[in-house]
């Protein structure tokens, strides 16, 4: 069975930072395009980064220049490096595994496998 399991998350000031893991079970990622999303309270989950099997990455435009996401195939692990963290970062955080493809896919109907997700919150 497939298992995505995020963790890393916490509670931070504004400015901090912190770093997500997603550790994959099951089956090898290696291949597969992956994704982080998040959902903050009484908002619709939203695309915040993806990095396909070669090392390509896209994020959005919010989190652009303060976070960072890096894959390690031989860990089937996939990271979000978080800096320069705002209250509006403050949020559920969801890994997500995608095809295999070189695309880094922004939208969650291309993603099939799903992690519990993790909590940041950012202080002001």
């Known amino acids: 069975q497939v298992q995505l399991v995020e963790s890393g998350g916490g509670l931070v000031q504004a400015g901090g930072s912190l770093r997500l893991s997603c550790a994959a079970s099951?089956?090898?990622?290696?291949?597969?395009?992956m994704g982080w999303f998040r959902q903050a309270p009484g908002k619709e989950r939203e695309f915040v980064a993806a990095?396909?099997?070669?090392?390509?990455?896209y994020y959005r435009d919010s989190v652009k220049g303060r976070f960072t996401i890096s894959r390690d195939n031989t860990k089937n692990a996939v990271y979000l490096q978080m800096n320069r963290l705002k209250p509006e970062d403050t949020a559920i955080y969801y890994c997500?595994?995608?095809?295999?493809?070189?695309?880094?896919?922004?939208?969650?109907?291309?993603?099939?496998?799903w992690g519990q997700g993790t909590q940041v919150i950012v202080s002001s």
């Open positions: 099951g089956r090898t990622f290696g291949s597969n395009t």
């Open positions: 997500a595994a995608g095809p295999n493809s070189a695309v880094c896919y922004p939208f969650d109907d291309n993603y099939d496998s």
């Open positions: 990095i396909s099997w070669n090392g390509r990455t």
